[in-house]
């Protein structure tokens, strides 16, 4: 189980618990705006494109080589961006902030 | 080989250079192969520009049959973003749930009408049928347009021998006119409506601009959703157990429809036009000279897809580009994953086997590549559970 807080565009926080499943799915079933998950989850889309706290950063691990290279090319990209689909909810998980990235 | 199998004619080219030269009535086109730089160029849209003389970026050139500019497909940022942000809303009401169960009656009747016959042509049956219907939910209007659409075939925005034969479209464009004076005078809940009443930049669109949405939703949508349907059901009928696989395990409903449409492209490459100077993989590309974002070719490569020329029906990570990349990524994406999700679960529900009888592939050519792409026709026979 873990806690996530989301900061969407218009500044308003919200946190969500989560039991399983993505980081994405959890965003989406919840109406979490900016997050939109619109390939469901495959790395195709890049409509579910965070950014992690800078203090949370090593909680949320690192993007796959594949993540990598479709985030290189969105915008708004930093060093703390992360697809949130490829975020699986896990204890290890809990306390992160999120900010969406649109 | 399998009979609903789709070969990979790019490999090679991609492998050794990652490009390769078409010609196209004197405008030539170099289609760019790999994935890596499909995605580099479709999101350099300043120097890959799809902003040019209409039909330009289309491949073949439909320069000399329209002069239309089809929107937002034709047109680069900023104008994009606002002409894109004023229609999105509207493309993302297949999300909606009325929208849904309207969608499953269609597609329920369809698949209950289909199975209680011998055998029937899938193309035009089934899948014309389906696409043309649930144009309807997507445009708002009432049901009965749907036939209108079905008589049009298969074929009205080119005809089959003549891809520059314009004379079949007139049809569509008479129609949209009349559609567009309609709604006019009595504004209602569909798109046309919509737009009628937009504000676009502070000010009205004009009707060109607006003939130019509808253009386009019923180009993109149509050939590209009948083929995915097609396909589909293709691969169904020759690999049962993926139907009998989709019925125990919903959970992976939403990986094996991204996969079927990784692995089918529907659309084959989409053109650009150089801006300046440039190169590409290499190979220099001169300035106003075209090239070509191969989605299909992108789809199977081997430095990003593990067995490519599989349909892993759970595949996990699948970054593919059937619905393009970029700004212009598709706008119809989530009625045509919608129509997926929903003839998936429909099958699972209400077919036990599907049984395929003959075909009729059809066949592209582009340089020295053939690629199959769909059917011209497809006999198949449903049995029902
Ligand atoms: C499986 C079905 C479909 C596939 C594979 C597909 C594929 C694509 C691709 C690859 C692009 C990008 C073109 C480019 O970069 O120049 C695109 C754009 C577009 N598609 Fe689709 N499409 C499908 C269904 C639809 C449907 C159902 C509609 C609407 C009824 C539609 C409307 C559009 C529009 C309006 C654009 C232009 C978006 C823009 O320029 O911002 N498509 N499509
Ligand atoms: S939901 Fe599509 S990339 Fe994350």
Redesign the interface.
């Given at each position: 189980m873990a806690k996530i807080t989301f900061i969407t565009s218009d500044n308003e926080s919200v946190t969500l618990e989560g039991q399983s499943g993505s980081v994405m799915e959890l965003a989406v079933s919840n109406g979490v705006k900016g997050i939109d998950g619109?390939?469901?989850?495959?790395?195709?889309?890049a409509t579910c494109h965070v950014h992690v706290a800078e203090n949370d950063v090593a909680k949320a691990g690192e993007a796959?080589e594949?993540?990598a290279?479709?985030l290189e090319?969105e915008d708004n990209v930093t060093e703390a961006s992360r697809l949130c689909c490829?975020m699986e909810i896990s204890d290890a998980l809990d306390g992160i902030t999120l900010t969406v990235a649109r | 080989m399998k009979h609903s199998e789709h070969q990979d004619p790019f490999e090679k080219a991609r492998r050794e250079t990652g490009h390769s030269e078409i010609d196209d009535q004197n405008d030539p086109v170099t289609m760019v192969l790999r994935h890596?730089d499909v995605?580099?160029c479709a999101?350099a849209w300043s120097t890959f520009s799809s902003e040019d003389k209409p039909g330009r970026i289309v491949v073949p050139s439909e320069v000399g049959i329209r002069t239309d500019r089809q929107i937002p497909f034709e047109v680069d940022p900023p104008n994009h973003g606002d002409y894109r942000s004023l229609v999105e809303p509207w493309f993302k009401r297949p999300l909606e749930s009325d929208y849904q169960d309207k969608l499953k009656a269609q597609i329920s009747q369809l698949v209950d009408d289909v199975s209680q016959l011998d055998s029937i042509e899938a193309v035009n049956a089934f899948s014309l049928r389906l696409q043309s219907r649930a144009l309807t939910l997507l445009f708002n209007v009432p049901y009965e347009e749907s036939e209108i659409f079905v008589s049009w075939g298969t074929h009205v925005f080119r005809s089959e021998d003549d891809p520059l034969d314009s004379g079949k479209a007139q049809a569509l464009y008479h129609y949209i006119d009349d559609k567009i004076a309609e709604a006019e005078k009595a504004p209602g809940k569909d798109l046309i409506s919509m737009l009628l009443s937009a504000e676009f930049q502070g000010r009205k669109l004009t009707k060109d601009e607006i003939k130019g949405v509808i253009i386009l939703t019923f180009a993109g949508g149509r050939d590209t959703v009948i083929n995915m349907v097609t396909n589909t059901l293709a691969y169904l009928a020759d690999n049962p157990k993926a139907l009998t696989r989709l019925r125990e395990e919903p959970e992976i409903h939403?990986?094996a429809?991204?996969e079927l449409i990784r692995y089918f492209s529907p659309l084959t490459h989409m053109g650009r036009v150089a801006k300046k100077d440039t190169e590409v993989c290499g190979k220099p590309i001169a300035e106003d000279s075209r090239i070509s974002l191969c989605w299909a070719s992108a789809n199977r490569d081997e430095k990003?897809f593990e067995n490519p020329n599989e349909v892993v029906l759970d595949?996990?990570?699948?970054?593919?580009?059937s619905?393009g990349?970029?700004q212009h990524?598709c706008l119809g994406?989530?009625h045509a994953?919608q129509i997926m999700h929903i003839l998936l679960r429909v099958l699972v529900e209400k077919v036990e086997k599907i049984e395929h009888i003959n075909q009729k592939d059809h066949v592209e050519h582009w340089g020295e590549f053939d690629r199959k792409v769909g059917y011209h026709s497809i006999e198949l026979k449903f049995h029902p559970r």
């Open positions: 619109d390939c469901g989850g495959v790395c195709s889309c796959s594949i993540e290279d479709m090319l490829q | 890596k995605r580099k999101h939403n990986k429809i991204e990003v595949r996990k990570i699948n970054p593919h580009v619905f990349f970029g990524n994406a989530t994953r």
